[in-house]
T-cell receptor, first 114, second 109 residues
Framework: NAGVTQTPKFQVLKTGQSMTLQCAQDMNHNSMYWYRQDPGMGLRLIYYSASEGTTDKGEVPNGYNVSRLNKREFSLRLESAAPSQTSVYFC?????????????FGSGTQLSVL | LAKTTQPISMDSYEGQEVNITCSHNNIATNDYITWYQQFPSQGPRFIIQGYKTKVTNEVASLFIPADRKSSTLSLPRVSLSDTAVYYCLAALRGGKLIFGQGTELSVKP
């Protein structure tokens, strides 16, 4: 009963490198989300996917791309990493994506861009 | 989308009741109010949700006045393990669930 699984847990990149953060959920949820959290700050929504095959921008989408590969998986890609993208990234899912549902979060990916 | 405002930080002592108030002045008719708790190095986890009046579960109570422009999370008899950041959300229209800055609660012995 894994819930939301994120990989990797830690990553160090050099400026300009690219990488993909993986997220998978096993709860048959329709909606999935990517948030970033900077030190001492709240979570900011990067992208979300209301259902399989759809994605939409959140508050801070610049510098990121996403893919909703199937119902289970939602990946976040940094094409050319910048130091400003150093953050902790959280993936979350919910059953239908309405505001009266619980969000279930993964344990996060700590990313450092040098 | 309702924007929420909470105190940045609060201090308490073990055994006390803690009340954290969230303001959401432009909450829409269909919006629910949801609270999450986050420990360091972990993702947030759901605590409680309500629409109006009072909701209670095994962890907390949530009080929502008739005008629904604010809500209060009540944690009875806090312990050191309740030290965390607490987020209030009020949002509908699936997807854009926007978190505020949260309230950092520090419980002291």
């Amino acid at each position: 009963n894994a819930g939301v699984t994120q990989t990797p847990k830690f990553q160090v990149l050099k400026t300009g490198q690219s990488m993909t953060l993986q997220c998978a959920q096993d709860m048959n949820h329709n909606s999935m989300y990517w948030y970033r959290q900077d030190p001492g700050m709240g979570l900011r929504l990067i992208y979300y996917s209301a259902s399989e095959g759809t994605t939409d921008k959140g508050e801070v989408p610049n510098g990121y791309n996403v893919s909703r590969l199937n119902k289970r998986e939602f990946s976040l890609r940094l094409e050319s990493a910048a130091p400003s993208q150093t953050s902790v990234y959280f993936c979350a899912s919910s059953l239908r994506g309405s505001g009266n549902e619980k969000l279930f979060f993964g344990s996060g990916t700590q990313l450092s861009v040098l | 989308l309702a924007k929420t405002t909470q105190p940045i930080s609060m201090d308490s002592y073990e055994g006390q009741e803690v009340n954290i108030t969230c303001s959401h002045n432009n909450i829409a008719t269909n919006d629910y109010i949801t609270w999450y708790q986050q420990f360091p190095s972990q993702g947030p986890r759901f605590i409680i949700q309500g629409y109006k009046t009072k909701v209670t579960n095994e962890v907390a109570s949530l009080f929502i006045p008739a005008d629904r422009k604010s809500s209060t999370l009540s944690l009875p008899r806090v312990s050191l393990s309740d030290t965390a950041v607490y987020y209030c959300l009020a949002a509908l229209r699936g997807g854009k669930l926007i978190f505020g800055q949260g309230t950092e609660l520090s419980v002291k012995p």
